[in-house]
């Protein structure tokens, strides 16, 4: 009834007598259950048992040694895993560790966990949470918002650290990908703080960081990225994620992408149904003559009146500037950085 309560010589024996009756043999072999019923022993000694058994057995070719580790200690998947690698060829397990008391090995977790070393555990995941859906109807349960590789938040970061070190892994990502010249599925995965790709089991990338009060700039510049397809430099990084920072500090909770999204839009681009500052830019033309000088004609409000400003200078931004020298201000360039808003000429 409990193989890891039992004296190995004894089970042996019980086990030997078993099969002088079946005689396995080819194309008759025989499963062995050796049941943790109740877990009582660490998963190293878990699978030292199995260790003994699969090297003292007589047929062993003819012979499927199969475990079956319940979750008392809160150890069933290492057991299985460590028993597998003591000589074990078979597990017996339920998805989400349902079954008895703590329930038995939870099955996604294990078949997960050899997905993420790179062995196929030979079962479809591609859309986890259909498989989810379908256990929480038929079980009236649910699964644990951290349980892994399948809760709600187990592909989530919330921490500053955390949330900017995943943002450089996507980058650094994309860079080799470029470098390569194959997409970023193409090369192999290493995002810090997430052990699989989400795609991989039918997850998007957009629950992957959540701002909230403890999250820095790199979180922040990553949704605005994912979301928009705006790349923050890093000053501009470090004075949004100030203004969220005071809205989270105020507000508490958190910040969803849109409302990251609408801030912006009011900080850096404000809405026109409700403006704000001297001068609203309404359009712009600019030409450029065969000297490389270009000229910007804008139509813009400035303190209230409609008015129009013009200007030169090596580019667009150099006239704009010259432009606002008309009605006396004066603009100087720190920093400067562009980027495509997507692929394409």
């Known amino acids: 009834e409990i193989f890891t309560d039992t004296e190995l010589d004894f089970a042996l024996e019980v086990c030997e007598a078993v099969m002088d009756v079946y005689q396995p043999g080819p194309g008759r072999e025989i499963i062995l259950n050796l049941p943790a019923t109740v877990e009582r022993s660490t998963p190293s000694t878990h699978a030292d048992r199995f260790e003994w058994m699969s090297r003292n057995l007589s047929r062993r070719e003819y012979v499927c040694v199969s475990v079956h580790p319940h979750n008392d200690r809160g150890t069933a998947v290492a057991a299985a895993e460590l028993a597998l690698m003591a000589g074990a060829d078979r597990v017996e397990g339920c998805l989400f560790g349902q079954g008895e008391r703590t329930g038995n090995v ?169 403006p704000w500052g001297r001068i609203q830019v309404r359009t712009g033309q600019s030409t450029t003559d065969t000297d490389g000088v270009d000229t910007l004609t804008v139509e813009a409000t400035v303190d209230g009146v409609d008015t129009v400003l013009s200007g030169t200078g090596n580019g667009p931004i150099s006239a704009f500037f010259d432009a606002l020298q008309s009605i006396g201000i004066d603009v100087r360039l720190l920093d400067y950085q562009e980027h495509t808003m997507s692929e394409g000429a």
Request: glycine share 8%.
């Open 106 to 274: 939870d099955l996604v977790t294990l078949g997960m966990n050899l997905f993420s070393q790179g062995v196929d555990p030979q079962i479809d995941f591609s859309d986890i949470d259909e498989i989810r859906r379908t256990w929480e109807y038929c079980n009236q349960m649910q699964v644990h918002p951290r349980h892994p590789y399948v809760g709600d938040l187990v592909y989530t970061s919330f921490s500053g650290s955390h949330q900017d070190a995943i943002k450089k892994g996507f980058d650094a990502m994309e860079a080799d990908a470029a470098a390569k010249g194959v997409t970023v599925d193409d090369i192999e995965w290493a995002v810090p703080y997430l052990p699989i790709d989400p795609k991989d089991v039918g997850r998007s990338y957009e629950a992957v960081i959540r701002v909230n009060s403890q999250s820095g700039k790199g979180g922040i510049a990553y949704v605005l990225k994912n979301d928009h397809k705006l790349d923050l430099p890093r000053r501009m990084q470090i004075e949004f994620s100030k203004i969220i920072q005071a809205k989270t500090d105020a507000e508490g909770g958190e910040v969803t992408g849109a409302a990251i999204w609408s801030v912006f839009q009011d900080e850096y681009l404000p809405n026109p149904d409700n």
